[in-house]
């Protein structure tokens, strides 16, 4: 169980501080009062790429976890014994993330704990981006005074 709690706290830093970075970012190359359309376009595809690379070590992780750490296994619901791929991995992490939970693949063991974690992460990070989105479609420039 410890094992997935600092593996979780580290993942937590990690992607919140990609997060954060990417949002710096956009609001750096940004100015929502003169131009609306154009920065709502980068604001969303630099939070979409956050998302992708967020879900992508979340899915590093899910994979270490059940491979090099052996903390518990991820397996599909309809079929326990068959192999799971890469991007399988990937797509469990985005479902977690994206809290959609479809459960057509199921953790067990402590991989349960960094599974719901990562929900509760995702939801955080998700909610951080629509508010930014917010601040830009309303002509104000996030993080600036």
């Known amino acids: 169980m410890l094992q997935s709690m600092l593996l979780a706290a580290l993942l937590i830093l990690a992607c919140t501080a990609i997060h954060y970075g990417a949002l710096r970012f956009a609001t750096r190359i940004v100015d929502p009062a003169a131009h609306p359309r154009r920065c709502l376009f980068i604001s969303v595809s630099l939070i979409t ?3 992708i690379i967020e879900a992508a070590i979340y899915a590093s992780a899910f994979w270490v976890a059940v491979h090099q750490i052996d903390i518990g296994s991820l397996q599909l619901a309809q079929d326990p014994t068959a192999n799971l791929y890469p991007m399988d991995y990937f797509y469990f992490a985005l479902v977690n993330l994206t ?3 479809r459960g057509d693949l199921q953790p067990s063991g402590h991989l349960r704990f960094l599974t719901g974690i990562s929900a509760f992460h995702g939801f955080l990070l998700i909610t951080a981006s629509g508010g930014y989105l917010l601040q830009v479609m309303s002509g104000k420039n996030p993080f600036r005074k």
Do not use: D, E, M, V
């Open 49 to 51: 790429a956050a998302h």
């Open 99 to 101: 809290t959609l939970g």
